[in-house]
């Protein structure tokens, strides 16, 4: 094969411009819409934190305190995905409990060291088992606005 017969490239393959998808990445479905209307999004977070279906308002997000149901009783959307698709609920929870934490015992009364150790341990506890529904609620809202609930 002559050099003549090569082929020939205008760039190297990484200096290449790649148009960007048409429709960032939600797709339409019966479920789920190309755009979301203005506001859309606060709407969504209520929603979760209402413990509510994301998508139609009416439907439970839960069975019981700490099992989900599976999809919605009232539209049919399945709130599950993925496997470790709930680490970011985890994550919310977390960082709101050592908030809450750090501010009490920082800016709190001034109690002996027993005292202090029993009342921030038993709230480092109780708290993330209260905020766990709410938690669990707005990270199903903002995975149903970022393509992942339909």
């Known amino acids: 094969m002559s050099i003549a017969a090569w082929p020939v490239l205008d760039a190297p393959p990484w200096t290449r411009s790649v148009s960007p998808p048409s429709n960032s990445a939600r797709p339409t479905t019966a479920h789920h ?5 203005a506001g859309y999004w606060k709407t969504v977070l209520g929603r979760g934190l209402r413990l509510r279906c994301p998508v139609c308002g009416q439907g439970k997000l839960f069975a019981t305190y700490f099992r989900m149901n599976d999809r919605c009783d009232r539209c049919g ?3 599950a995905r993925e496997h470790g698709q709930w680490v970011g609920s985890l994550d919310i929870n977390t960082l709101l409990t050592a908030v809450v934490i750090m501010a009490g015992a ?5 109690w002996p060291l027993a005292t202090s ?3 921030w341990c038993s709230a480092a506890v109780v708290f993330p088992i209260l905020t766990f529904r709410f938690s669990r609620g707005l990270w199903t809202a903002i995975v149903h606005l970022t393509g992942g609930v339909y």
């Open 33 to 37: 819409r190309g755009e979301w209307p």
């Open 77 to 79: 959307v399945g709130f």
């Open 106 to 110: 920082g800016f709190g009364p001034l």
């Open 117 to 119: 150790l029993a009342v």
